[in-house]
Antibody, heavy 120, light 108 residues
């Protein structure tokens, strides 16, 4: 059974870059779609973007200008960078794997999430 | 972008009762690419239903989904204590993938 674990700083200063890594165990990072989703405290879920096919990406238009998702297959990891953060980017950030290998697939496996606070 | 609207913010129900949650899309969701998730406090969401009506692996059969086009429903036939949670719908037919705002099912 695949497991995902987010890691990275829990505190980021305004205007700086948020960087998170998702480490995948129990399965290879190949074949599936790997995504980042966030949830501001007490609010709903927002898809940030996905990576697949060894480097192809798909981003939410609302974040596209600030987001970069990459993968490191040798480490079975993928990463999120979000630059120029503001208080509005404070959230629990989840990494997730697609339920199937199809482009049109829901999020079947999730990490536990990591809280990122934006403050000076 | 497809906007998903979950009409009820909170449903107050008793153990053993039937829960009916709705999700309406601002435009047709292609091929019924509609999923439902359950989120308990402090936990990550869990996939319940995909393809509008297919249960994900390990999901009890008291959970069922229906609908097509722009109107979808999640039904929990008899509420168990662990079912009191927040439920989200999500469409994955048209990028960007979007979620509804959630419906909380609470104990009456």
């Amino acid at each position: 059974q695949v497991q995902l674990q987010e890691s990275g700083p829990g505190l980021v200063k305004p205007s700086e870059t948020l960087s998170l890594t998702c480490t995948v165990s129990g399965g290879s990072i190949g074949s599936y779609y790997w995504s980042w989703i966030r949830q501001p405290p007490g609010k709903g879920l927002e898809w940030i973007g996905s990576i697949y096919n060894s480097g192809s990406t798909n981003y939410s238009p609302s974040l596209k200008s600030r987001v970069f998702i990459s993968e490191e297959t040798s480490k079975n990891q993928f990463s999120l960078k979000l630059n120029s953060v503001t208080a509005a980017d404070a959230a629990v950030y989840y990494c997730a794997r697609s339920y199937s290998v199809s482009y049109h697939s829901p999020f079947g496996s999730w990490g536990r999430g990591t809280l990122v606070t934006v403050s000076s | 972008e497809i906007v998903l609207t979950q009409s009820r913010g909170t449903l107050s129900l008793s153990l053993g009762e039937r829960a009916t949650l709705s999700c309406r899309a601002s435009q047709s969701v292609s091929s019924s690419y509609l999923a439902w998730y359950q989120q308990r406090p402090g936990q990550a969401p869990r996939l319940l239903i995909y393809g509008a009506s297919s249960r994900a692996t390990g999901i009890p059969d008291r959970f069922s989904g229906s609908g097509s086009g722009t109107d979808f429903t999640l039904t929990i036939s008899r509420l168990e204590p662990e079912d009191f949670a927040v439920y989200y719908c999500q469409q994955y037919g048209s990028s960007p993938w979007t979620f509804g705002q959630g419906t909380k099912v609470e104990i009456k």
